[in-house]
Every structure is written in structure tokens, then in C-alpha cells.
């Protein structure tokens, strides 16, 4: 799937200073939490292993160039990943996350800094079995860093 991803975004006419995403940082986030102090963090790890999800069966295939220069993938709408999404609010209300449900729109950042750029005419169609989801701490200096603190494996096979 990242190979796959790559060779879609190789197709895009990049703006000198784009920054492209590493295929290892690729990812879909579910839910962006901000800073979350240790102790929280630690409760959030052992509450978020109560969440019941299905393998998921995606499809990038929209992809997009938002305002401030960021490009994406998009899947197709999944029931699957709304009702993951949506479950997991619950769950971070719990440990006294503020978790928004409405304005997320689900996507994988394949580069920023890309003003005037515009995706490619050739259609993209990348299926994606998802197997899991993760607690990821996003350190953002002195340069971007992901850590994954906790995955969560499917416990169902896919709808």
C-alpha cells in the first residue's frame, strides 16, 4: 500500500520546497487530542483497548490539494471507519479528552508545502486492508516524529 502510494504521488507536479511524506510516516489519524499529559496518556492507553473494531477494507482513491498546501488521499466513504471514528469519542470523553466528532474528514497527508499544486488527471484506486489502529504521540520538534504507544488490533474480520 505505501508502494503504492508513492508511485501515486510520483504522478503529482511538485512546487519547489515541497515537503513529501515519508511512506513510513504515512497514516490516517482518527482523532487529533493536542497535548495529553502522561498520566491521561497512560489511562487513555488502557481504556482505548476496550474499543471493538473490524478489519477495514478502504479505497484511496480522491485525491485532493487543500488550502495552506497540503495534499492528500482520501478513501471512499466507509461505514466502517465512521462508526470506529465515532466510537472511539466515547471512550476518550472517559479519561476527560475533549474528542470532536463532527469536521473530520478522513485522509492521508501525502505532502504540505505544496501550494499550486494540483492532483494529477489519472485516476488512483489503492485499496488498503487496515488491521489496526494505534495511540501516536506527534512530537513536532526538532523535527517530525511519530512514536507508537499502543496498537490495537481488530478483533473482526472486515464489513
Known amino acids: 500500500m505505501q508502494a503504492a502510494i508513492i508511485q501515486h ?13 515519508r511512506a513510513h510516516r504515512l497514516h490516517l489519524t482518527l482523532h487529533f487530542l493536542g497535548y495529553v499529559d502522561v498520566a ?3 489511562e487513555l492507553q488502557t481504556t482505548l483497548a476496550s474499543a471493538e473494531m473490524n478489519a477495514l477494507d478502504l479505497v484511496l482513491n480522491t485525491p ?8 492528500v488521499l482520501m478513501p471512499d466513504e466507509h461505514v ?3 462508526a470506529l471514528h465515532d466510537r472511539l469519542v466515547p471512550l476518550m470523553q472517559r479519561v476527560g479528552l475533549n474528542a470532536a466528532s463532527s469536521r473530520w ?9 505544496a501550494a499550486d499544486t494540483a492532483p494529477p488527471e489519472r485516476p488512483v484506486h489503492i485499496p488498503w486492508r487496515v ?11 526538532p523535527t517530525v516524529h511519530y512514536e507508537i504507544l499502543a496498537r490495537y488490533p481488530a478483533t473482526q474480520s472486515p464489513r
Open 64 to 71: 485532493q490539494a487543500w488550502r495552506g498546501g497540503v495534499a
Open 105 to 113: 474528514k478522513p485522509h492521508l497527508t501525502i505532502a504540505r508545502e
Open 9 to 21: 504521488r510520483n504522478t503529482w507536479d511538485w512546487p519547489r520546497g515541497s515537503r513529501l511524506t
Open 80 to 82: 466502517g471507519l465512521l
Open 131 to 141: 488491521n489496526e489502529f494505534a495511540l501516536v504521540w506527534s512530537q513536532m520538534s
Open 40 to 42: 491521561r496518556q497512560l
